[in-house]
Structures are given as C-alpha cells and as structure tokens.
C-alpha cells in the first residue's frame, strides 16, 4: 500500500501541500491539465525551485484572474468543481475538504455551514491548491496518509473577520484530534485550507511510519525566514512489501444496532489506519441474530480504534488479540483497456507469480461512461496486464 507522511515541521497550507507533491514527481502538465477544466479565467500553473534557508523545495504559482470581492457559498464552489470529470474518488474528497472548512466556519459564526460565506478559502487559487492537492495524490497512487505533530504560530492575524487568535478559529476547529506544539513564532502556519486538508485525509497526528521510502518532497511558503526552512515536507513510500507482521484483531458481537450506522462506522476505522474490517452473521442468546464486528490494525492503533467502536457504534466491550500475518508484496499498476486506462494492484512473493487486480472504482467508471458489463471490464484489464507483460 503506497503511503504518504506530512512533516509539518514548519506550517501547512493548501500551496505548500501542492508543492511538496510537484517536488515529489508528481507530473504538473498532469494536474494542469485536468483543472483547466474548471474554465477559470487566464488560468495557469507554474512550478519553481526555491530556497527557504538552507533547504530548497517547489513552490507552485497559481495564475488566475480573481474576480473583485466575490463571497462564495459551498454551492459555488462545488459548481466551479462540477466543470471536471474526475478520477476516482477525488471529487468526492474535494468536496470533502469543502464541507469541512464550511462546517468549521458555521461553528464559529453560529450559522448554517451552507449559508456561510467563504472568503480567502473560497478563491479561485484556493479552490486550485485544495482540488489539486487531492489530484496529485490520486495520480501518485496514495491510498494511506498520516502527519506528524502540528507546528502552530502564536499572536494574532489580520482578515476581513478583523484580527484574529492563531490559530485562527476555523483551523483551530479542523485541528482537534491533532497534536500540537509552538515554538512561540508570530505568524500563521497553519491555515485554514492546510488544516482541512489534514483533517479530512488524516484525521489526527501519528509516530512516523513504517514504510519502504520512495520519494521525499518538500513545498515552499510565500514567506522567507532565516531561522527556520518555511517548508512542509512529504514523505511518500510502501508498507512493508509482504512478510510476516504482527497486527491486533479487534472483536464485538453487536444485536441491538440500527444496520445503517455500520457503514459510518467503517469508514471511521479504516480512517483510523484499520488494515480490515468486516461484518458477519451471528446467532447470539435468546436466538437474537447479530453481528460480528472484525478489525485488523497495527499495533500502535488499537487504542483508537478500540474507542471509536465504543464509541460509535451500540457495543459495551471488545476482545483484543494479537496475531501473525502473512501478506504478498503489492505496488500500484495501471493497464491499457481498449476503453481507457485501469488503475490496480500488482501482487507476488511466497512463491506466486505476479499477478494484476484492478481497482473497482476505474471498473466502474469506465462500466458507467461506456456501458459496458462490470465483469467484462475486469476481464478486460486482467487480460491487458498479462498481455502488456509479454
């Protein structure tokens, strides 16, 4: 599984996000491409090298004519989005990120997050850096994101809300979850648009990683400080490729929840970094069917993930254990259809040859836009990857 770590040793924000990825070879013809598709007027991206201290990293010039004074609801922003057909499920995070900003204004303002109006988060280079930044993850092949401790500024900024805590109020909201340190510097680090994106990929800080590290990014800030790199850095790699791995199987037996809140449950835990989780029939006492609630984590997760079942779902106790697993070593592939590209995995190891499966969302895009079987597409792709293999 390819991973991605944020090192927010100096702050984060949309633009830093975006350049950290161009830096760390993600194809800026690519991103460009698809979000001149939103039509914004004498739009253009434009990548540069720069130095912040000692360090040099990417910083991503956004070119775009802003129209004077404009206040965007989330409406707006999600028509902007609209103009693209994206891949995966990139639109869907976009507007992920979208609603968490307007939800975390709404809080502060007391109004509903959909009345609320968006101003620096809701320009056209706001809009390019947070839909950009989800685009260049999904053509890198990120499936798993994670970030470290938060490095926050201290004092006071200036915004058409007047001057305001830093945190300003709207990170501090998207950053709960999150730990966080300050080493009393006067400006803003992290932003608002930074925080969203965390707070949805992410979702809180963790220890770094285990991981086969491929590629390492760093994106520059506007800002220029002799004693500090104004930097976020990305490290970008694999799991362990197979093997042997110790993991916790967390169980609960569930009779008395309503079935529909299983799926917000799930997504939680594997937003929580769960390896698995699966749901089986039982028959419990008094011939009660139930449910089977299993999940796979690593072990430094178990603590949260443990809370979060008890949390979020009807259950009053879980079972821990530890146990072995055996994995094939995987990367992301991708084949060539008569219908377009397929995006999937490659696995081997233990003995067994190489072998392709497709992801199901590039299935069923293609299913959908050609109307064509779902099993025919899966054919399709498994037969490309053997043929293109030679």
């Given amino acids: 599984m390819k991973k991605i770590y944020f090192d927010v040793f100096a702050g984060i924000s949309g633009d830093m996000c975006l350049g950290a990825l161009v830096d760390a070879d993600c194809p800026l013809s690519e991103i460009h491409s698809i979000l001149a598709g939103m039509k914004l007027p004498s739009f253009h991206l434009r990548a540069e090298k720069v130095m912040r201290g000692a360090l040099s990293g990417t910083q991503v010039h956004v070119e775009v004519e802003e129209e004077h004074h404009v206040h965007r609801h989330l409406s707006d922003v999600l028509e902007i989005v609209d103009r693209v057909t994206w891949p995966g499920r990139v639109r869907e995070r976009i507007e992920d990120v979208f609603t968490a900003l307007a939800k975390a204004e709404g809080k502060i303002h007391n109004k509903p997050y959909d009345h609320i ?10 809009v390019i850096d947070i839909s950009g930044t989800i685009l260049a993850l999904h053509i890198l092949g990120i499936e798993q994101y994670e970030c470290s401790p938060l490095h926050v500024g201290q004092g006071f900024v200036d ?4 001057q305001l805590p830093l945190p300003v109020p709207a990170t501090a909201e998207l950053v709960k ?16 648009t930074g925080a969203a994106l965390l707070h949805v990929l992410s979702g809180r800080s963790t220890p770094f990683p285990r991981m086969q590290l491929e590629t390492v990014g760093y994106g520059a800030g506007t800002r220029q400080t002799d004693d500090l790199a104004n930097m976020l850095r ?5 799991t362990a490729e197979g093997g042997e791995e110790r993991v916790v199987v967390i169980e609960t037996n569930i009779d008395d929840m309503n079935p529909e809140f299983f799926e917000p449950l799930i997504e939680q835990l594997f937003e929580a970094g769960a390896l698995d989780v699966t749901l ?6 008094k011939n009660r069917p139930a449910t089977l609630l299993s999940v796979i984590v690593s072990p430094e997760r178990k603590e949260e993930v443990s809370r979060i079942i008890l949390r979020e779902s009807t259950s009053i106790g879980v079972r821990l254990y530890e146990c072995e697993r055996r994995t094939l070593q995987r990367e992301a592939g991708e084949v ?15 003995g067994i040859e190489k072998r392709f499966t497709p992801e ?5 895009r293609i299913h959908c836009e050609r109307k064509i079987p779902l099993v025919a597409v899966y054919e399709e792709a498994i ?7 030679g």
């Fill in 234 to 238: 990305v490290f970008i790699g694999h």
């Fill in 159 to 162: 915004t058409r809300h007047g």
């Fill in 336 to 350: 060539q259809t008569q219908w377009g590209p397929v995006k999937g995995k490659i696995c081997w190891g233990m």
């Fill in 177 to 192: 979850g999150f730990q966080l340190y300050s080493a009393g510097r006067p400006m803003e680090m992290v932003t608002p």
């Fill in 280 to 285: 089986s029939p039982l028959m419990m006492k």
């Fill in 360 to 364: 199901y969302e590039d299935c069923k």
């Fill in 117 to 126: 109006h968006f101003h620096e988060v809701g320009s056209y280079d706001a």
């Fill in 383 to 389: 037969h490309s990857y053997y043929h293109q293999k």
